[in-house]
């Protein structure tokens, strides 16, 4: 079974799921970097952003971790198609 045009995996529950969680860590991300940036921008500003950045690690994290799963499900499905192809040409190929 392909994937429809712009869904990212095939499974609908799998699919649901995975969008959720990626939502939830890109908010992760925003709240911890604004919480962090809000926290230290009376000491300096850039000390502010290296913990702003620094607050939203975790997230990021989260989201590199959650697209690496998505890409290989993603090649899991294709490679799977194309054994799919390769056991039908190997059968004409017997049958020849």
């Keep these: 079974m392909t994937p429809q045009p712009g869904t990212r ?47 939203a690690m975790p997230g990021l994290l989260i989201v590199l971790f959650l697209e690496y799963l998505i890409l290989r499900s993603k090649t899991l499905a294709q490679m799977q198609l194309q054994t799919e192809f390769l056991a039908k040409i190997l059968e004409k190929m017997n049958q020849d």
Excluded: E, P, Y
Excluded at 10 to 25: I, P, Q, R, V
């Design 9 to 55: 995996l095939t499974s609908g529950t799998l699919s649901k799921l995975t969008s959720f969680m990626l939502g939830a860590a890109w908010a992760l991300i925003l709240i911890g970097a604004i919480s962090a940036f809000t926290s230290f921008i009376k000491i300096n500003f850039f000390t502010a952003l290296l913990f702003a950045v620094i607050g």
